[in-house]
């Protein structure tokens, strides 16, 4: 492993790293701080969670210079939680040098963002649309821009961003460095970086780093009507501190999240027709552990990096591979081991077998577990506590009143007592949710059909067309509200 101070990083970020509690670099920050400190354009190929932030933030904050109070960096990301989270970092890994980074993304008041950026910030993270928005009214001056970053490239094309990426890309003087992020690599970034960039260097973290090795991945062939009673027999087995469950639609989170609560488990749901206050809201909620269960589709999950998070359901299988790899590495974070579970159903086997293709990981199968097996499991828990109590040996005060009790009672009807009162037994509520359509593979042409759903997709985000990349009403009820 390399350390941070091995790559000639000046002593302000060291000092943020520090405060952070960074020292090793991560293979993707190793291989691309030194590029991006030499104003190199760079390609890189990581998925969420290998430390990108800092792989392209590092060298972007090295070239500000604080006293010049213009726009100098310019960043990009998909959707408004990334944004958020990137500047954040952004924020951190800058304290020392007092640069000053600004979110700019759609759900904000358009007044305030202008408010904003009239306090001429030196880094703008912004969401495509927005940031479109605030050029054509020339509300945003990039013109001083030196670098550029495009982060998840791959999910911006897949959202319909493809075309604005490169409006966006035009308006920034020639002369700039341009740092490019995606999981994969489709045709259409490639053409990105052909005309765009300025003969880029590609930094790809290795395959084995790719993977997730510190996942278990498993999964349960179940048919649709059982999903949802084998999902809360699982979370009473499995007990998970942190779990986020994926549904393919919005109104399948909905769904999801009012039947987990009508059973008493403590969730609630993330998607895209949620105000971004509500959003925040429920994220702090699950970031400190105020809800345990975390619903989401995916776009709603998209650059999530909350650690802790022991479990990972899919609840509907994804449609693309590359979606399952960001769905599971929500979990597995920090060197700690995850689970991954996905709901499969006898019509989606072609699909897992492609995902296991594509990924290079065999999930491991696990039985659907009964209604008695998810009880045995909660009583399992309180035994585990009375045993931890007893262990204390703290007990004096409660052996006459227990002698007492034995004397009338035997002790396995008085022990019996203990875990049926102290055991969390689950309201079995009657849950209907509405069946969604399995995913289908077409035998012998898999290539082909995941990239026609990513066309499929795109189509509805191009500007100009369909009504625009931004009219996310229409795109969601033309999509059929697979979001």
Known sequence: MTNFNQLGISASIMKALEKMGFEEATPIQAQTIPLGMEGKDVIGQAQTGTGKTAAFGIPMIEKIDPNERKIQGLIVAPTR?????VSEEMHKLAKFKGVRTLPVYGGQHMERQIKALKDRPHIVVATP?????????????VDQVHTAVLDEADEMLNMGFIDDIRDILKAIPEERQTLLFSATMPKEI???????????????????????????????????????????????????????????????????????????????????????????????????GRIEILVATDVAARGLDISGVTHVYNFDIPQ?????????????RAGKMGEAISFITPREMPHLHLIEKVTKSKMKRMTAPSYDEAKRGQQQLTVQKLIKTIEKKELQDYRETASEILDEYDSATVVAAALKMLTKERR?????????????????????????????????????????????????KRNNNKR
């Open 81 to 85: 939680e990334l944004a958020i989270q």
């Open 428 to 476: 079995q509520t009657p849950v209907t949710l509405t069946s969604v359509q399995p995913v289908s593979v077409k035998k012998g042409n898999n290539k082909g059909n995941n990239k026609k759903f990513r066309n499929d997709k795109r189509g509805f985000g191009r500007k100009g067309k369909q009504g625009g990349g931004r009219n996310r009403k229409f795109q969601n």
């Open 320 to 332: 693309d591979p590359e979606s399952y790899v960001h769905r599971i590495g929500r979990t597995g």
């Open 129 to 141: 649309g927005r940031l479109l928005d605030h050029l054509r009214r020339r509300t945003i001056r």
């Open 190 to 288: 490639r053409d990105i970086a052909a005309t765009l960039m300025k003969q880029p260097e590609e930094v790809k973290v290795k395959s084995k780093e790719m993977t997730v090795s510190n996942i278990d991945q498993f999964f349960v062939e179940v048919h649709e009507k059982q999903k949802f009673d084998t999902l809360t027999n699982l979370l009473d087995i499995h007990v998970p501190e942190l779990a986020i469950i994926f549904g393919r639609t919005k109104k399948r989170v909905d769904e999801l999240t009012e039947g987990l609560q009508a059973r008493g488990f403590r969730a609630e749901g993330i998607h895209g027709d949620l105000t971004q206050g509500k959003r925040t809201s429920v994220l702090k909620k699950f970031k400190f």
